[in-house]
């Protein structure tokens, strides 16, 4: 009875599946049915997508990693929406004429190659005078270009008046250059001649003069001298040699069309940003010449912001993503050639592929997400692997079905069974696992990580069903139809006779030594590789098994040194690589023209009128959509009249030197206060200062409207019309520099938040402040704070998730094991292969940033892949012996571990060509985590078994089950009796399986 139990669970004799009987019964029809079944979700794709469009599918270059619910980001984007909503422009403004408000800049840096030459050199300069005259000669210019008008243009600021000059072309021009050749910004009268002579032309000699003149004024300290904006922060003080040079080009609003510069101004930006892209982008990217760097930026005056970068994003994002067309010909190429037929790698491909659509729509409807970004492209090159694997597990499968015996290759659906009964088993188990890792990123913080996640899990869910529903299919066709086709549906009989074709018993050699010893039974139709696999890979590994542990120890052991120094990324996520104009060209301007504070200066502002408890509220808005960033919250109980002597105080307060807040104190630390300047104004027109007198406050408008004060207090002061006679004054601010710089480490930057914010809170009790209700107490953020907090939560949630993956794998493992060894064994060595993924990434010099954060999360989920087909291989292998069940292992999966691993390496190798270096380190960081993966699976993981993989009952969970039979795995000598004794055996399950019903745990796991 006992014996009738084993071969019962053991035997090769596979189930009679009736869910296949129409598939090898009428394989066309099935395969018909199940195509036509994915052409109709495509179909009801692409219905949705035309009736919904962006509403359905709304790709967008930008990826939301953020914290929407930090402090810090809510202050910083409270700020950014009391910005939109409290944006009144004063009554006398002279910004509706044509083009007359500056809104961007096209700024260019001139760096001599050698890094020792003077720019102001001859040839320099023709090659500046070149390119200026180039971007200036742009069809389009004139009607983007910030124009020039005369005093008398702008005195009148009545509509009749506007609408005239507007409608009127010889009263306005392009301003020419800010640049040393013209010396041209707005206000002409604070710069000297330039360097073209009365000709307009460039001349030695006229050029020495200017240039010493120059140079004997007080460059970078007096800002009337105002060749400092074009020379590098050296020149000057006798200093005739500039290192580099840089001009700028002016845009402006409102546009031809448009009535002011606030009227539409999103589709006036967009209309400009999109010609300054189109124009300037490609050409000022080849600008560089064999000795002079050309850099550029196209940036908000306001903000900063670099328009160029997105539209350069989005243009080579297509060319990038064109490479998802060579990763498909090739897992397409080598799917076929390894399989041996076009029509089984053309059905492969085309399974993977309409697993998007589906997967998408459960994304979208299921999961309610309306986000799909950079990451979610690259899920593309994740599944041409993982879909590739699956497909070598079935094939590869079905393939050996042939070898296991009379009763399982008698006939396409005995075949089919036994296949589709292992293979659903084995990928079940890695797909599992692969989704429990892609579902650990979606507990993220940041949308775009959790988005990923939950988008790449359902990617591989809907492949395994494919895999397991609908290639089946394919296969039955290729075996009634095509399997003999040499041209047309198969690969040359040549290749398939060198590579596919089994040997013949007699060409296989004897194993010299003594544990392959009867090894090479049941070798018969085997695949050259398969037997290599079986025979000179596993008695290496048997042979050596001491040398290779050794190895193994030393490299883990090197691998954790250099993964313990990780260490957080100070830098935002770079879009490209180094040496990329949109990548150098800040730190050249910081290197080469700063002047007094670093340009990576921190930030510190103090504001009022936000309400610092609740400063935004985000309800109704779109996680995933940086700039649906919500309404902001005004602070009820805010009074500007009554908290402005401790707005002062806090003024001069902020402008000592002080280590705990790192305020540098001195001139160049002054803070930017607009009260002490409008104070300083009244004192001028007689007015005494009495803050809680209302007509003391009517004086603003006359002092916001005189000369330059509305454009460089903008920024701090903001007001809404809100119907009556004057705008309401919303909120306001103060800003200063701190002596410290954006890239200190996370830690030390959000110590200085929470000083910072005890200080506002010990100012808040002094008696100046007493006006000021708790309530209404001012909010303070330094800049960047909300990208410490972000760095602080990336690096938990990195280590964390790849806990919850090691975690989920484990029970998942377990259960489909079913032995806790193999699963302890196994957590280990994808933990070994995380460690080796991390090191690689300190080996490169990166950092723990954004991506590498979400790469380091996905390794358990790549990893797990040929780690669980040789564990799930070694407990249902029948063998005796540790050595044999390794054999055995190997000798069935290997060829699929090694198929798979090979055609996810050539479906990421080609991201190595990507422009966006997103792409490149994902690339990198997949090849190297499949690399890893491969060979720890097939020499470290296989030489553990070797040494600690269990035999008979040790490590089965079953075994501590109550009311249990203790089963020990059909031996290799029980295997080998009889065709007699088997068929005796075979007579007997029954009587064994009403003898051990509800007593034998082990069957449900070997089945």
């Given at each position: 009875?006992?014996?009738?139990a084993?071969?019962?669970?053991?035997?090769?004799?596979?189930?009679?599946?009736?869910?296949?009987?129409?598939?090898?019964?009428?394989?066309?029809?099935?395969?018909?049915?199940?195509?036509?079944?994915?052409?109709?979700?495509l179909?009801?794709?692409?219905?949705?997508?035309?009736?919904?469009?962006?509403?359905?599918?709304?790709?967008?270059a930008?990826?939301?990693?953020?914290?929407?619910?930090?402090?810090?980001?809510?202050?910083?984007?409270?700020?950014?929406?009391?910005?939109?909503?409290?944006?009144?422009?004063?009554?006398?403004?002279?910004?509706?004429?044509?083009?007359?408000?500056?809104?961007a800049?096209?700024?260019?840096?001139?760096?001599?190659?050698?890094?020792?030459?003077?720019?102001?050199?001859?040839?320099?300069?023709?090659?500046?005078?070149?390119?200026?005259?180039?971007?200036?000669?742009?069809?389009?210019?004139?009607?983007?270009?910030?124009?020039?008008?005369?005093?008398?243009?702008?005195?009148?600021?009545?509509?009749?008046?506007?609408?005239?000059?507007?409608?009127?072309?010889?009263?306005?021009?392009?301003?020419?250059?800010?640049?040393?050749?013209?010396?041209?910004?707005?206000?002409?009268?604070?710069?000297?001649?330039?360097?073209?002579?009365?000709?307009?032309?460039?001349?030695?000699?006229?050029?020495?003069?200017?240039?010493?003149?120059?140079?004997?004024?007080?460059?970078?300290?007096?800002?009337?001298?105002?060749?400092?904006?074009?020379?590098?922060?050296?020149?000057?003080?006798?200093?005739?040699?500039?290192?580099?040079?840089?001009?700028?080009?002016?845009?402006?609003?409102?546009?031809?069309?448009?009535?002011?510069?606030?009227?539409?101004?999103?589709k006036?930006?967009?209309?400009?940003?999109?010609?300054?892209?189109?124009?300037?982008?490609?050409?000022?990217?080849?600008?560089?010449?064999?000795?002079?760097?050309?850099?550029f930026?196209?940036?908000?005056?306001?903000?900063?912001?670099?328009?160029?970068?997105?539209?350069?994003?989005?243009?080579?994002?297509?060319?990038?993503a064109?490479?998802?067309?060579?990763?498909?010909?090739?897992?397409?190429?080598?799917?076929?050639?390894?399989?041996?037929?076009?029509?089984?790698?053309?059905?492969?491909?085309?399974?993977?592929?309409?697993?998007?659509?589906?997967?998408?729509?459960?994304?979208?409807?299921?999961f309610?997400?309306?986000?799909?970004?950079?990451?979610?492209?690259?899920?593309i090159?994740?599944?041409?692997?993982?879909?590739?694997?699956?497909?070598?597990?079935?094939?590869?499968?079905y393939?050996?079905?042939?070898?296991?015996?009379?009763?399982?290759?008698?006939?396409?659906?005995?075949?089919?069974?036994?296949?589709?009964?292992?293979?659903?088993?084995?990928?079940?188990?890695?797909?599992?696992?692969t989704?429990?890792?892609?579902?650990?990123n979606?507990?993220?913080?940041?949308?775009?990580?959790?988005?990923?996640?939950?988008?790449?899990?359902?990617?591989?869910?809907?492949?395994?069903?494919?895999?397991?529903?609908?290639?089946?299919?394919?296969?039955?066709?290729?075996?009634?139809?095509?399997?003999?086709?040499?041209?047309?549906?198969?690969?040359?009989?040549?290749?398939?006779?060198?590579?596919?074709?089994?040997?013949e018993?007699?060409?296989?050699?004897?194993?010299?030594?003594?544990?392959?010893?009867?090894?090479?039974?049941?070798?018969?139709?085997?695949?050259?590789?398969e037997?290599?696999?079986?025979?000179t890979?596993?008695?290496?590994?048997?042979?050596?098994?001491?040398?290779?542990?050794?190895?193994?120890?030393?490299?883990?052991?090197?691998?954790?040194?250099f993964?313990?120094?990780?260490?957080?990324?100070?830098?935002?996520?770079?879009?490209?690589?180094?040496?990329?104009?949109?990548?150098?060209?800040?730190?050249?301007k910081?290197?080469?023209?700063?002047?007094?504070p670093?340009?990576y200066?921190?930030?510190?502002?103090?504001?009022?009128?936000?309400?610092?408890a609740?400063?935004?509220?985000?309800?109704?808005?779109?996680?995933?959509?940086?700039?649906?960033?919500?309404?902001?919250?005004?602070?009820?109980?805010?009074?500007?009249?009554?908290?402005?002597?401790?707005?002062?105080r806090f003024?001069?307060?902020?402008?000592?030197?002080?280590?705990?807040?790192?305020?540098?104190?001195?001139?160049?630390f002054?803070?930017?206060?607009?009260?002490?300047?409008?104070?300083a104004?009244?004192?001028?027109?007689?007015?005494p200062?009495?803050?809680?007198?209302?007509?003391?406050?009517?004086h603003?408008p006359?002092?916001?409207?005189t000369?330059?004060?509305?454009?460089k207090?903008?920024?701090?002061?903001?007001?809404?019309d809100?119907?009556?006679?004057?705008?309401?004054?919303?909120?306001?601010?103060?800003?200063?520099?701190?002596?410290?710089?954006?890239?200190?480490?996370?830690?030390?930057?959000?110590?200085?938040?929470?000083?910072?914010?005890?200080?506002?809170?010990?100012?808040?009790?002094?008696?100046?402040?007493?006006?000021?209700?708790?309530e209404?107490?001012?909010?303070?953020?330094?800049?960047?704070?909300?990208?410490?907090f972000?760095?602080?939560?990336?690096?938990s949630?990195?280590?964390?998730?790849?806990?919850?993956?090691?975690?989920?794998?484990?029970?998942?493992?377990?259960?489909a094991?079913?032995?806790?060894?193999?699963?302890?064994?196994?957590?280990?060595?994808?933990?070994?292969?995380?460690?080796?993924?991390?090191a690689?990434?300190?080996?490169?010099?990166?950092?723990?940033?954004?991506?590498?954060?979400?790469?380091?999360?996905?390794?358990?989920?790549?990893?797990?892949?040929?780690?669980?087909?040789?564990?799930?291989?070694?407990?249902?292998?029948?063998?005796?012996?540790?050595?044999?069940?390794v054999?055995?292992?190997?000798?069935?999966?290997?060829?699929?571990?090694?198929?798979?691993?090979?055609s996810?390496?050539?479906?990421?190798?080609?991201?190595?060509?990507?422009?966006?270096?997103?792409?490149?380190?994902?690339?990198?960081?997949?090849?190297?985590?499949i690399?890893?993966?491969?060979?720890?699976?097939?020499?470290?993981?296989?030489?553990?078994?070797?040494?600690?993989?269990?035999?008979?009952?040790?490590?089965?969970?079953?075994?501590?089950?109550?009311?249990?039979?203790?089963?020990?795995?059909?031996?290799?000598?029980?295997?080998?009796?009889?065709?007699?004794?088997?068929?005796a055996?075979?007579?007997?399950?029954?009587?064994?399986?009403?003898?051990?019903?509800?007593?034998?745990?082990?069957?449900?796991?070997?089945?």
């Open positions: 009875q006992r014996r009738a084993l071969v019962m669970v053991h035997s090769d004799k596979a189930p009679m599946l009736p869910h296949l009987k129409l598939t090898c019964t009428r394989p066309l029809l099935s395969y018909c049915g199940s195509c036509w079944a994915h052409i109709l979700v179909i009801i794709f692409v219905a949705l997508f035309l009736s919904l469009g962006d509403d359905f599918l709304p790709f967008t930008d990826a939301p990693l953020y914290l929407r619910g930090d402090t810090a980001k809510k202050r910083e984007d409270a700020i950014a929406a009391g910005m939109l909503q409290a944006d009144v422009v004063p009554v006398s403004s002279e910004y509706n004429l044509q083009q007359s408000v500056h809104f800049t096209l700024e260019l840096l001139y760096v001599p190659k050698d890094g020792s030459s003077d720019a102001l050199g001859m040839a320099h300069l023709r090659t500046i005078q070149a390119i200026e005259t180039s971007i200036m000669a742009k069809a389009g210019f004139d009607r983007y270009c910030l124009k020039q008008y005369q005093n008398w243009e702008l005195s009148n600021t009545s509509v009749a008046h506007i609408s005239e000059l507007n409608k009127r072309a010889d009263v306005r021009s392009c301003a020419p250059a800010a640049s040393l050749l013209t010396n041209s910004v707005a206000d002409v009268n604070i710069l000297p001649p330039g360097l073209l002579n009365a000709a307009g032309q460039l001349d030695e000699e006229f050029k020495k003069a200017k240039v010493m003149g120059y140079s004997q004024a007080v460059i970078g300290r007096d800002p009337a001298a105002a060749v400092y904006q074009f020379t590098d922060s050296a020149f000057g003080n006798g200093n005739t040699v500039s290192r580099a040079l840089r001009s700028e080009f002016r845009f402006a609003l409102p546009l031809k069309g448009f009535d002011n510069a606030r009227k539409d101004k999103a006036q930006r967009a209309e400009l940003t999109a010609w300054m892209a189109e124009t300037y982008t490609a050409e000022l990217l080849d600008a560089s010449t064999s000795d002079l760097n050309v850099w930026s196209g940036s908000i005056k306001e903000s900063g912001e670099d328009i160029l970068v997105g539209e350069y994003i989005m243009s080579v994002l297509t060319t990038d064109s490479l998802a067309l060579l990763s498909f010909l090739f897992v397409w190429q080598y799917l076929s050639w390894m399989n041996g037929s076009w029509f089984l790698g053309t059905m492969g491909m085309a399974q993977i592929l309409l697993c998007f659509p589906p997967a998408y729509m459960i994304y979208f409807g299921v309610q997400q309306k986000y799909f970004g950079i990451f979610n492209v690259l899920s090159f994740m599944i041409l692997g993982i879909g590739a694997d699956d497909i070598f597990v079935i094939v590869d499968t393939n050996q079905s042939y070898t296991a015996g009379p009763e399982v290759a008698g006939s396409m659906w005995t075949r089919m069974s036994w296949t589709w009964s292992r293979a659903s088993r084995a990928m079940m188990v890695t797909s599992m696992t989704m429990a890792s892609f579902l650990a979606a507990s993220s913080s940041f949308p775009a990580i959790s988005t990923f996640g939950i988008f790449a899990a359902m990617l591989v869910f809907v492949n395994y069903m494919s895999v397991i529903s609908f290639y089946p299919t394919v296969i039955a066709v290729h075996e009634t139809y095509f399997k003999e086709k040499k041209f047309c549906f198969g690969i040359p009989q040549v290749v398939k006779d060198k590579m596919f074709k089994s040997k018993p007699a060409e296989v050699k004897e194993p010299a030594d003594a544990e392959a010893a009867g090894s090479q039974a049941n070798l018969d139709g085997l695949s050259a590789v037997i290599w696999f079986h025979g890979f596993s008695s290496f590994l048997i042979r050596f098994k001491w040398v290779i542990a050794i190895l193994f120890a030393c490299l883990l052991a090197i691998m954790v040194a993964a313990a120094r990780l260490e957080p990324d100070p830098d935002p996520p770079a879009m490209f690589a180094k040496g990329h104009n949109f990548v150098e060209f800040s730190p050249t910081a290197a080469h023209f700063a002047r007094g670093s340009v200066a921190l930030k510190q502002r103090i504001v009022s009128g936000i309400n610092p609740d400063p935004i509220d985000r309800s109704g808005t779109n996680p995933t959509n940086g700039t649906d960033i919500g309404t902001v919250n005004w602070d009820p109980d805010s009074d500007f009249r009554k908290s402005a002597d401790c707005f002062l003024c001069g307060e902020v402008e000592k030197q002080s280590d705990r807040l790192a305020t540098g104190g001195g001139a160049q002054q803070a930017k206060c607009w009260m002490r300047e409008f104070k104004y009244l004192a001028t027109q007689g007015i200062w009495s803050p809680q007198n209302k007509t003391m406050w009517q603003m006359a002092w916001v409207n000369p330059g004060t509305y454009a207090w903008k920024p701090y002061i903001h007001a809404e809100t119907g009556g006679n004057l705008p309401t004054l919303r909120f306001h601010m103060l800003e200063v520099l701190l002596v410290k710089e954006v890239r200190i480490p996370y830690a030390e930057g959000i110590e200085l938040f929470y000083e910072w914010e005890a200080w506002v809170a010990e100012q808040l009790a002094t008696p100046e402040c007493a006006n000021v209700k708790d209404a107490a001012l909010m303070q953020i330094p800049t960047r704070t909300s990208f410490f972000l760095q602080e939560k990336l690096v949630e990195a280590f964390t998730s790849i806990g919850i993956s090691l975690a989920l794998a484990f029970v998942i493992l377990t259960f094991t079913g032995n806790i060894i193999v699963t302890g064994l196994s957590v280990f060595t994808i933990g070994a292969i995380v460690c080796c993924v991390i690689f990434a300190v080996f490169n010099g990166w950092k723990l940033g954004i991506l590498e954060s979400v790469n380091f999360v996905l390794v358990p989920g790549m990893s797990v892949d040929f780690v669980a087909h040789l564990a799930e291989a070694y407990v249902h292998s029948p063998k005796a012996t540790r050595e044999d069940k054999r055995d292992m190997l000798g069935h999966v290997g060829i699929s571990v090694l198929s798979g691993a090979f996810t390496l050539g479906a990421c190798f080609f991201l190595f060509f990507a422009t966006i270096i997103f792409f490149v380190k994902f690339g990198a960081f997949i090849f190297a985590t690399a890893f993966s491969l060979v720890w699976a097939l020499l470290g993981f296989s030489t553990l078994l070797i040494f600690l993989g269990p035999v008979g009952n040790t490590g089965y969970i079953y075994a501590c089950l109550p009311s249990r039979t203790k089963v020990q795995p059909a031996l290799e000598s029980e295997a080998s009796k009889p065709a007699a004794e088997a068929e055996a075979t007579a007997a399950q029954p009587e064994a399986q009403g003898a051990t019903e509800g007593k034998q745990p082990a069957q449900v796991w070997a089945d």
